[in-house]
């Protein structure tokens, strides 16, 4: 099945206004799937309970939880891996660099080899 697209109208990043507008393709949002639904979806394909998936994802997100913050990669199979990447201020010299110069954190996704070639063979539809 396509992903489905449709245009946005975007200025220019920092320009009054906005400057000069220009439509790009985005994708439009479709229906969502909870942990309820990927449960189910996981019983019709497996033997294992839904108790039991369910309670191995929640499971799952407090181990990454805990291992993210140790600041270790996250590896997930198939699936990908997490990690932790951080915003700077810069400096002049490797000494200045501290602790007290990060903005934010953010929590990075690289996804596996499996995701990685249903990227890559997407189609599209325009709606």
């Known amino acids: 099945m396509p992903v ?10 920092g320009v009054a206004g906005g ?3 220009k439509w790009y393709a985005t994708t439009a949002k479709q ?7 990927l ?9 294992v309970s839904g108790a ?12 990454c939880i805990e291992e993210l913050s140790y600041g270790n990669v996250v590896r997930i199979g198939e ?3 997490l990690r932790v990447g951080v915003s700077s201020e810069g400096v002049a010299t490797q000494e ?13 996704f690289a ?15 325009k709606v």
């Open 4 to 13: 489905k697209i449709k245009a946005l109208e975007r200025g220019e990043p």
């Open 19 to 21: 400057g000069i507008k």
């Open 31 to 37: 229906d969502e799937r909870n942990i309820e639904a």
């Open 39 to 47: 449960t189910t979806s996981i019983e019709k394909i497996s033997t």
């Open 52 to 63: 039991d998936i369910r309670a191995v994802l929640y499971a799952l997100v407090d181990v």
């Open 79 to 81: 699936l990908g891996n």
């Open 96 to 108: 200045e660099v501290t602790t007290a110069l990060i903005k934010k954190a953010r929590i990075l």
């Open 111 to 125: 996804p596996g080899s499996r995701l990685k070639v249903m990227r890559d063979t997407l189609t599209y539809q």
